[in-house]
């Protein structure tokens, strides 16, 4: 008896991101089927047997197939916005007189602290929609604008909500270690043992976060002060990630691999000795030119010290109201080659296979293969270059979320 599939897309050509080629492991006449959400076969279209039985048949007409787009690093959920701060900034105003005047980040944990659940689900959907359409099936969303416990489970609880709205994966990560907040008056070790002795151990008793983050900058957190939250999410049994090397070297890749980190996130500063140490703890690079892109950096990460070493890059959109209030993934992926030179191949990589990668679901999801989710974006476009290099356009035709 002919085998039964959920749907079958047959007459498309696909991206396979498979395993570590260095192309896109393109299939011209390809077919994916799907039973139950999952890949039951993605290949070519000649070797799948003519008489498999399929609920749905979806002709493509040659269209392109890639895996679902993940975002693997976001600020999706706050309050309010800061497009007054950027008037400022274009008239002349720094960051520091912004948050001398009660702005900069300290205004959105202001706003995010006065704003419901439901409030907050509610400014963040247009955000998700966006990235929605564009094909993204997965996005990572991290806390860091409640800077108390109550705030940050808030914010948490609502990019969990966000799951329950729209059909897609969210990931969420603890960031308590973002910014200092106000009633801290200035003592970062006291705010930390507050980080790891109370707000991360509600937050991993709530079941609130896939993940524990923490910005180390100068400007936000130390090496010492990063260490003790890492130790702390490895005790509750939580894997790290890292806002490394943004503004400065500090360290911060080879700490974040040092903890076996996840990801290693911004990067702009770091040097050959990160990228090695990122390297062999398998930890992935995740570029946001976003970030780069808006507050006019122009100290680029270290792509090729990443390519030499064998690090693995992802891009993501860093959407947050203060650096990136970016909601395109796809114009990420043109920054990502503008900006950072890299290849078309690390582009559209970097926001499948590398991005599932830094959340931990590799095995899941960021490749067309047998046996992962069937999450499919299915393009409008001749070569899958078109991706990278259009801006402000998209192709997309239609998204799959789990065989959908
Ligand atoms: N790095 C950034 O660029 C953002 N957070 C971070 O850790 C800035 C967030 C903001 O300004 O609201
Ligand atoms: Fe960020």
């Known amino acids: 008896m002919a085998e039964r599939f959920d749907r079958i897309w047959h007459n498309a050509r696909l991206a396979t991101m498979r395993g570590d080629r260095p192309d896109l492991g393109e299939l011209e006449r390809g077919l994916i089927a799907a039973r139950d959400g999952r890949i039951v076969y993605a290949g070519a279209q000649s070797d799948f047997p003519g008489d498999a039985d399929a609920t749905e048949r979806i002709d493509c007409e040659g269209r392109w197939i890639t895996p679902g787009l993940v975002d693997c690093h976001t600020h999706l959920v706050y309050g309010g916005n800061r497009a007054h701060e950027f008037e400022l900034r274009l008239k002349g105003a720094s960051y520091e007189e912004i948050a001398r005047a009660g702005g900069g980040i300290v205004s959105t944990v202001a706003a995010t602290r006065k704003a419901t659940e439901p409030e907050l689900v509610a400014g ?72 790891c002795n109370e707000m991360l151990p509600a937050v991993a008793q709530a079941g609130l976060a896939d993940a524990v983050d923490a910005f180390m900058e100068g400007i936000a957190f130390s090496a010492e002060q990063t260490a003790r939250i890492f130790r702390a999410a490895r005790a509750v049994g939580l894997r790290v990630k890292l806002h490394a090397d943004q503004l400065s070297n500090l360290g911060g890749a080879a700490l974040a691999a040092d903890f076996s980190a996840l990801s290693a996130d911004h990067l702009e500063h770091s040097d050959g000795a990160g990228a090695a140490a990122m390297a062999k703890a398998g930890t992935v690079a995740v570029l946001l030119p976003g970030a780069f892109y808006f507050i006019r950096e122009t100290q680029k990460p270290p792509v090729e010290q990443f390519r030499s070493h064998g690090v693995r890059m992802a891009l993501a959109t860093d959407c947050n109201p203060g650096s990136s209030p970016l909601t395109s993934l796809l114009l990420a992926m043109n920054m990502g080659a503008t900006l950072f030179r890299m290849t078309v191949t690390e582009c559209i990589a970097g926001t499948t296979r590398e991005g599932a990668r830094a959340l931990g679901l590799l095995d899941d999801t960021g490749t067309l293969e047998a046996g992962k989710w069937c999450d499919l974006a299915i393009w409008d476009i001749d070569r899958p270059a078109e991706l990278v290099y259009r801006i402000g356009f998209n192709p997309l035709h239609s998204r799959v979320w789990r065989g959908r």
């Not at 609880?157 to 801290?184: D, N, Q, V, W």
């Open 124 to 195: 963040a959907l247009p955000r998700l929609d966006a990235l929605i359409g564009e094909g993204v099936t997965t996005v990572e969303i991290k806390s860091g604008y409640g800077l108390n416990t109550e705030t940050e489970m808030r914010q948490l609880s609502a990019a969990r909500h966000l799951g329950t709205k729209r059909p897609l994966a969210i990931r969420t990560s603890f960031l308590g270690a973002h910014a200092l907040p106000p009633e801290a008056d200035g003592d970062k070790d006291r705010y930390i043992d507050l980080v």
